[in-house]
């Protein structure tokens, strides 16, 4: 599977934005998706994720109540609408795919390049 992700930026605390992650090659709606994201200095951590159906969601406690993630397995893509964003959201945001909904980085198979988001006034 390809993964490419789009829709990073540079904005204002308090903003919103809405990345994607775009798939193809093979059989998305198998795979459960994974958005993490790398500040400068630090280990990759884990976002959220979505079950393969899109029924089941998961949120790391820093996130929770302000990102929400989604999928849609007939355009091949995933989504992670961030609101309310905050300067400790900076960072490079990837999405991944791999069998189950999990914060482990180890258990995805497949991933994207990344896209950079910066919250700055």
């Known amino acids: 599977v390809s993964l490419v992700e789009s829709g990073g930026g540079v904005v204002q605390p308090g903003a919103s934005l809405n990345v994607s992650c775009a798939a193809s090659g093979r059989a998305f709606y198998s795979y459960a998706v994974g958005w993490f994201r790398r500040a400068p200095g630090t280990e990759r951590e884990f976002v959220s994720a979505?079950?393969?159906?899109?029924?089941?969601?998961y949120y790391a406690d820093s996130v929770k109540g302000r990102f929400t993630i989604s999928r849609d397995n007939a355009k091949e893509a995933a989504y992670l609408l961030m609101n309310n964003l905050k300067p400790e959201d900076t960072a490079v945001y990837y999405c991944?795919?791999?069998?189950?909904?999990?914060?482990?980085?180890?258990?995805?198979?497949?991933w994207g390049q990344g896209t950079q988001v910066t919250v700055s006034s």
């Open positions: 991944a795919v791999g069998p189950l909904p999990v914060g482990d980085k180890r258990r995805y198979t497949f």
């Open positions: 979505i079950s393969r159906s899109g029924e089941s969601a």
